[in-house]
T-cell receptor, first 113, second 114 residues
Framework: ELKVEQNPLFLSMQEGKNYTIYCNYS?????LYWYRQDPGKSLESLFV?????AVKQEGRLMASLDTKARLSTLHITAAVHDLSATYFC?????????????FGKGTHLIIQP | GAVVSQHPSWVICKSGTSVKIECRSL??????MFWYRQFPKQSLMLMAT?????????EQGVEKDKFLINHASLTLSTLTVTSAHPEDSSFYIC??????????FGPGTRLTVL
């Protein structure tokens, strides 16, 4: 059974600081996703990572994947208030098939001025 | 990017009634659609996977007779919550995937059962 663990689950940080959210998963996977969710809203796709060593960046967010360690990170650089949201990582089962995703519990991020 | 719509966006119903939620891929053909459920302040849990023209595959613990899924075309999947009860109140989110690896999420449907 595929399990996905995120940490921290809650993070309060100040604007301008850097921080990293970690996502560990238990079995081999060929795709890892990061999503953002604002209160009462659905998911906004941020990144999909498909190979070992993959790194993607968009604005102040950067995601990386280490398939050997079964670890992905989402790094926030010089945080701004607008990045306050809940961030989920999600993993697809290996085989590249049509399986649904297994989600982590989410990291509730609050960025204070 | 690809757009997935859901209808309705929210619904309130009485206990014992059935509710149908539609999920449409607006600008691509979704060979596979997924239904998730999210309780307040919790993560998303996969309920079922549906492929066009075939029966849905349900996750362990999800009652297929209670949550009826029909993937009638490459752009439409429906989830019917039958004989809804208050414990079925939740945020239901569909996701659609075409030929690539990206799965696009709908805006969600908030179901409240009184």
């Amino acid at each position: 059974e595929l399990k996905v663990e995120q940490n921290p689950l809650f993070l309060s940080m100040q604007e301008g600081k850097n921080y990293t959210i970690y996502c560990n998963y238990s079995t081999t996977s060929d795709r890892l996703y990061w999503y953002r969710q604002d209160p009462g809203k659905s998911l906004e796709s941020l990144f999909v990572l498909l190979s070992n060593g993959a790194v993607k960046q968009e604005g102040r967010l950067m995601a990386s994947l280490d398939t050997k360690a079964r670890l992905s990170t989402l790094h926030i650089t010089a945080a701004v208030h607008d990045l306050s949201a809940t961030y989920f990582c999600a993993v697809g089962a290996s085989g590249g098939g049509a399986d649904g995703l297994t989600f982590g519990k989410g990291t509730h991020l609050i960025i204070q001025p | 990017g690809a757009v997935v719509s859901q209808h309705p966006s929210w619904v309130i119903c009485k206990s014992g009634t059935s509710v149908k939620i539609e999920c449409r891929s607006l600008d691509f053909q979704a060979t596979t659609m997924f239904w998730y459920r999210q309780f307040p302040k919790q993560s998303l849990m996969l309920m079922a996977t549906s492929n066009e023209g075939s029966k849905a595959t349900y996750e362990q613990g999800v009652e297929k007779d209670k949550f009826l899924i029909n993937h009638a075309s490459l752009t439409l999947s429906t989830l019917t919550v039958t004989s809804a009860h208050p414990e079925d109140s939740s945020f239901y989110i569909c996701s659609a995937r075409g030929s690539g690896v990206m799965a696009y999420f709908g805006p969600g449907t908030r179901l409240t059962v009184l």
